[in-house]
Structures are given as C-alpha cells and as structure tokens.
C-alpha cells in the first residue's frame, strides 16, 4: 500500500525469488502519477534488492503507458514475453 499524507493512493506487489526482486502488479492513482512517487518507490526497491546482490524485473503489456515510466527509471528493455516487454534494472 502506498500512503501519501495518510492517505491510499497505490500500491505495489513485488516478489523476491533466488535471482531477482520481481515487481508482479503496481498502481499509483493518475492524479498523483507524475510527481516522483513512482521513482522513489522503484529507487528504494533497487537499493533493497542491491543489498540482496538482485536485479530487480517487471513485465509491460506491450501497449501499456507504463513502458516509458520504466525506460525513464533506469530499466533496459529484455524483450518480448508473450504480449509483453520484460525490463530489468541492474543494481
């Protein structure tokens, strides 16, 4: 859950397996999408997962906004998973 002022606005779900911290699902509300949040929730995991010596991985619907929002926050582009973009950053 992602509290801003006490209030929920998001939410991310991320599993850990032996080679990557893996974002699973996420959602910031789009009135408060684009003022950094996203960033410092994925900064503050790629140092978690850096202190664990793992990558950090997400998969993107091929059509899905959310594409840039990852090119932006450091991730490379993997390549095409069924309908999706897998990205990963390195830590």
């Known amino acids: 859950m ?3 002022d006490d ?7 991320v599993k850990e397996n032996q080679e990557n911290f893996v974002i699973e699902h996420g959602y910031i ?9 996203g960033s410092i929730i994925i900064d503050f995991l790629v140092g978690e997962a850096g ?11 091929q059509n899905n906004p959310a594409r840039l929002f990852f090119d932006k926050a450091g ?3 993997v390549g095409p ?3 999706s973009i897998q990205f990963i950053r390195h830590t």
């Open 2 to 4: 992602i509290l801003y």
């Open 75 to 77: 991730f490379s582009e």
């Open 51 to 61: 202190k664990h010596g793992k990558n950090v991985v997400v998969e993107v619907l």
């Open 29 to 37: 509300e789009q009135s408060y999408q684009k003022r950094k949040i």
């Open 81 to 83: 998973v069924n309908n």
């Open 7 to 13: 209030r929920p606005i998001g939410w991310f779900s």
